[in-house]
């Protein structure tokens, strides 16, 4: 599962993961923080990698 570490995400910028995700599985809420859909998401890593912050990790 893909999730947002929020510790690390600033949640103060619009999020340009939103371009990157192949699904369009990443929105982001009224507070900042993206939000991943997870009836879209197919766990690629994109998202992962290409977060400036590092904020986006995979659980197992
Ligand atoms: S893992 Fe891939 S499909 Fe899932 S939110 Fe990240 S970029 Fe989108």
Same mark, same amino acid.
């Given at each position: 599962?893909?999730?947002v570490d929020r510790n690390k995400c600033p949640h103060d910028h619009r999020c340009p993961l939103m371009d990157i995700c192949p699904e369009e599985a990443i929105s982001q809420g009224d507070?900042?923080?993206p939000i991943?859909?997870?009836t879209l &998401?197919?766990?690629c890593g994109i998202c992962i990698?290409? &977060?400036p912050l590092r904020a986006i990790?995979?659980?197992n």
């Amino acid at each position: 599962m893909i999730v947002v570490d929020r510790n690390k995400c600033p949640h103060d910028h619009r999020c340009p993961l939103m371009d990157i995700c192949p699904e369009e599985a990443i929105s982001q809420g009224d507070d900042g923080y993206p939000i991943i859909d997870y009836t879209l &998401c197919i766990e690629c890593g994109i998202c992962i990698k290409r &977060c400036p912050l590092r904020a986006i990790k995979q659980l197992n």
